[in-house]
């Protein structure tokens, strides 16, 4: 079965940076991109950008462009997003979701919770 | 920016009570690109819907999806108790993916 398995829970202080991993599992990892999604408290989702997983191609949202990365390892089916100069509005929980560019997200990981505090 | 805003945004109903959720478009966009979720505090959101109407595998025929241009709607014909949740809309045909601020369906 199709499984995202997300890393664990963060605390940075503003100005670090995070990188954020999903692990996945039960499919080939190439054949799919992988999209990245957070959600702040009391807000509704953003969506953050999207990797090809076969190629390495992104594609972000402008609102992070210069401070989001993502990348992949596809001898370790692993996506990662990295998002630097953290400040307190970036504290959220942070998803990865299985997805094609202009496709449907099907299966989401667990969320990794992100504090940024002094 | 392509926003969607979802209506109610609290429904408060019963087991067995039919649920309507609504999704309107800033602007008109395909159909072939909204999607619903169902999501539960500390859960990964479950894709419940995508073009519109399609239901994802495995989501029982209790969910449906309809409408088309700039209004969406999400029915769940009879709510059963793991039902009780928050439900996002969601398009994914412009080059910016939007949400909606969620309708949370809650036990009255």
């Known amino acids: 079965q199709v499984q995202l398995v997300q890393s664990g829970a963060e605390v940075k202080k503003p100005g670090a940076s995070v990188r954020v991993s999903c692990k996945a599992s039960?499919?080939?990892?190439?054949?799919?991109?992988i999209h990245w999604v957070r959600q702040a408290p009391g807000q509704r989702p953003e969506w953050m950008g999207w990797i090809n997983a076969g190629n390495g191609d992104t594609n972000y949202s402008q609102k992070f462009q210069g401070r989001v990365s993502m990348t992949r390892d596809t001898s370790a089916t692993t996506a990662y997003m990295e998002l630097t100069s953290l400040r307190s509005e970036d504290s959220a929980v942070y998803y990865c979701a299985r997805g094609r560019r202009y496709s449907y997200l099907d299966y989401w990981g667990q969320g990794t919770l992100v504090t940024v505090s002094s | 920016e392509l926003v969607l805003t979802q209506s109610p945004g609290t429904l408060s109903l019963s087991p067995g009570d039919r649920a309507t959720l609504s999704c309107r478009a800033s602007?008109?966009?395909?159909?072939?690109?909204l999607a619903w979720f169902q999501h539960k505090p500390g859960q990964a959101p479950r894709l419940l819907i995508y073009?519109?109407?399609s239901r994802a595998p495995g989501i029982p025929d209790r969910f449906s999806g309809s409408g088309s241009g700039a209004d969406f709607t999400l029915t769940i014909s009879r709510l059963e108790p793991e039902d009780f949740a928050i439900y996002y809309c969601?398009?994914?045909?412009?080059?910016?993916?939007?949400f909606g601020q969620g309708t949370k369906v809650e036990v009255k």
């Open positions: 073009a519109a109407s």
């Open positions: 969601q398009q994914y045909g412009s080059a910016l993916w939007t």
């Open positions: 602007q008109i966009f395909s159909s072939s690109y």
């Open positions: 039960g499919y080939t990892f190439t054949n799919y991109g």
